[in-house]
């Protein structure tokens, strides 16, 4: 590459003055991409020593000659770098001094193999290799002042990065990490660029991705141009399927999406802004570009000015962006994005522009200018009301209101706000013009993954953006915001990608065979261990939408022969209609490879794996696994379970009382269904069936006699069916059909938001629980949260199986409803009441370790509630920083499992709850009917032998 600088004259006497050794060293970890070499390089010359340094596929490779003793503090120094190098092992070889007379970074080093262009992409995907790439870094603070400072030569440049920030994942090609091996490759380095790269004094020596206006990236301003059909944008609002699908399947962009894609990923090659990928293209001219770029920013400015909606080409995919204050532009970007309650994020230009909207501790101020430079969860200064409002209401009394009114279309169901600083020079240029804070949004419809070129953005983006703003630096992957907040001092991620992924976790138990995890179905991530290590991917999104599953399926086809030549293990959630279990089914060819892993386990062995925990039967632990919905040994909906988990006999002791979900899939979307369903169950159906003749119509007085409680009032999850659809769900649940059972503390959150009239629709996962929290906030405001938490009872014991029973609990609450109490007291009592059912559950089974895991546990209130009473009691509580609690880490928690079963010498059966030993019995509650099932758990393989699982 060049050869290195030699040292000063004094160091040289110095060295020879000494014993000189010659050490090799293999640097494993997060060391490429991340300044490593001009790090390493200035540690050299400080202590003296001659050598040189490479990147390999697999590592970085160090060789030192020099005194003995300077040897040993360059290793300690290197050690001592911190992120965002992250030196995970270093292999020391001993060797015969050659003499050397200077230290340089040399050439990397590249298989020599007829398919290496896809054996290092794997590489660099996978990152399973022992030398991984960093993920993405934000813009660094040096380079966002030469971005403000018109003295210097890379002022108000978009592109500005250097050896410490700026894009990795999302542009690399293949491994070792060089210029050559990313989608910078086709911006040859102009004179000043090459003497910056080639200068160890100056910040961008070795940075890959550094560029300038005479020789990087440009920008292109393109405005929305009619559809297939000849219809404007415009005309689009409704937000129905667009021209651009024409069939209406999507098949058209889903075609385009692969092949973009899948060629980039697969062949190596990019489409670049010039030459054979832009032919016919004129707007892509450099030289235009160049003498343009002000202009094209200056008209997206006055574009979002306008109120029009903008799409950008960001990092890792595009973002749509609006003013946050323009109540009718955001409305018309929720009517557009199909996306009508969930909160939007906001981008703003400094951390004095965020304290203007929301209160910032000093930990929230740290992680918003960190390098990943996530989106953080703050608490707003103006809160919307939820006084039996639902999502409407005034502010809390007391709250200084922000500089600057927002739309309450921002964020309608929230007491927070999504906020981030600009992460690339682009977005730091955007928000210093706009001067305001932006609604920074994913750039695709509701339910689809991101766009990441500009050809299929300006065909599945037609109708929702009114212009883009795009550059001619490929993105290979998408790679969305992370999502970030501080919960009890420290940081915990809510959606893990941009700036933190990919990343490796190192296993408590190695991986005798490679073992490729697949996920669950929402929440979508795929990880890949080798020995010690897991490699675990981004966030990929719900595998609801054609596209999300294409999206999936191309980073299958990255990992290469990983899953299909037989050598690795297949990992996958036991439910038989997730789309992760039939890839792993079609991966398996020889039918002996896949491995079905209950759901709730593999969120405890999750959070295992992310603390370092390794369970034994001599230090068992509890896991608290509260989500949603997952399929249990039973053969029921699984979501609100205490599980033993000691490596050897897991097993179910405790659960929640289940409750019938009428309509299945249908109440996971219409709280009210899970209302009636409890109050079903728990009422009992005569009760429950007088109460709503009584209220068959709304009542006009609260004086009205109504039902056989005495109660003049209809309850609102009563009231939110017509009478016809009511009388049919009360059919539907009287007779069993379509009425699964469930124990999912998270539609139990569903029943009481219903119950208390906050969400009775809702049009995004987890919107009523939201509401729910947000209001059992409120108490704090009133004084209501000294109220004490509601009782909830438990039947049975450790030993035969413990139940939560609900039942005490909703009574209370219809009777505190009836009376008048706040929906903010009775919110709050319901958390605490869950809380306290927590730690009932620890001191019954004994077990001091307690695991809190699963989606539930992305509420704060109850996650904090549940710790504060556990370290209270005596208990030791974990949960999730370094991943999400929700089904994201299902990945992670499936590898363990299986990295445990392969020690299995016999096969074991996983006990159930009311078991009692390995037998291998029917499952409780099984029939010859063949609505249960029995399991059978063969050393590292699993099987789920049912004829009707829900």
Known sequence: MRAGVPLPPERVADRESSLVVRRSLRLEGVVQGVGLRPSVYELACRYGLFGTIRNRHDAVEVILEGNATACDAFERELLRLGPPVVVERVEQRGQRPLGLQCFEIAPSVVRNRPDTAQVETRAAVLGCASGQVAPDLAICDACLRELRDPANRRYRYPFISCAHCGPRYTILEALPYDRERTSMRAFPLCAACSDEYADPRARRFHAETLACAECGPSLRFVPAGQSAEGQNAADQDAGGPDAARQDGTGQGVRARHARHAGAQAASGRVATGRGEGRQGDPGWSRAASLHSSEGVLRAAVELVRDGGILALQGIGGFQLLVRASDRAAVARLRRRKLRPHKPFALLCRDLASVEDLCTVSAPEAELLASPAAPIVLLRRRRPP??????????????????????????????????????????????????????VATS???????????????????????????????????????????????????????????????RLPRRVEAPVLA??????????????????????????????????????????????????????????????????????????????????????????????????????????????????????????????????????????LRSFPLPGATRAMREPRRSALGLLYAGLGETSLREWVRGCSAPMSTPTQPCGPHGAGWELPSLAAFAHAERKLVLEALARGVNAPLTSSVGRLFDAMASLLDLCQLATYEGQAAIRLEACAEGACSTGESRAAAYPIELRGDAASGIEL?????????????????????VAWRFHAALAEGVVRVAEQVGIRRVLLTGGCFQNELLLVQCVSRLRARGFEPYWHHALPSNDAALALGQVSVLARWAEAAVSRPLPLLGSTGPSGAAVPGGDESGKAGRLAVGGPALRLETRACV
């Open 385 to 438: 009301g939820y006084a039996g409002q639902g999502s409407a209401g005034q502010g809390s009394a007391g709250q200084s209101a922000p500089a600057l009114e927002l739309a309450e279309e921002v964020a309608p169901d929230s007491l927070h706000y999504g906020v981030m600083l600009p992460a690339s020079g682009l977005h730091a240029l955007l928000a210093d013009e706009l001067a305001e804070p932006i």
């Open 443 to 505: 750039g695709n419809r509701s339910g689809e993954p991101l766009c990441i070129d500009p050809e299929e953005a300006r065909e599945r983006l037609a109708g929702v953006a009114d212009a883009f703003l795009v550059h001619d630096r490929p993105i290979l992957r998408p790679c969305d915001d992370s999502v970030a907040r501080i919960t009890l001092g420290g940081v915990r991620l809510l959606r893990r990608a941009r700036g933190y992924a990919p990343s490796m976790f």
């Open 518 to 655: 697949l996920g669950g179905h929402m929440k979508s991530t795929i990880a890949l261990a080798q020995g010690a290590r897991c490699w675990l991917g981004p966030y990929i999104g719900d595998l609801e939408h054609a596209l999300t599953c294409d999206t999936f399926d191309l980073a299958l086809r990255e990992l290469g022969s990983s899953g299909s030549d037989g050598s690795a293990r297949i990992a996958h959630d036991v439910h038989p209609d997730y789309w992760t279990t039939r890839r792993a089914r079609e991966l398996d060819t020889t039918g002996t490879r896949a491995s079905p892993v209950w759901h709730h386990f593999a969120h405890v062995y999750a959070l295992c794996a992310e603390h370092g925990i390794d369970p034994s039967p001599h230090a068992p632990v509890l896991g608290v696994a509260w989500d949603g919905a997952g399929l249990g040994p039973d053969g029921q909906l699984w979501g609100g379970e205490f599980l033993i988990c000691d490596g050897h006999q897991d097993h179910r002791v405790a659960t």
């Open 805 to 825: 029973d609900w039942e005490p609990l909703l009574r209370s609450v219809l009777a505190d409803v009836r009376a008048g109490r706040t929906p903010e007291c």
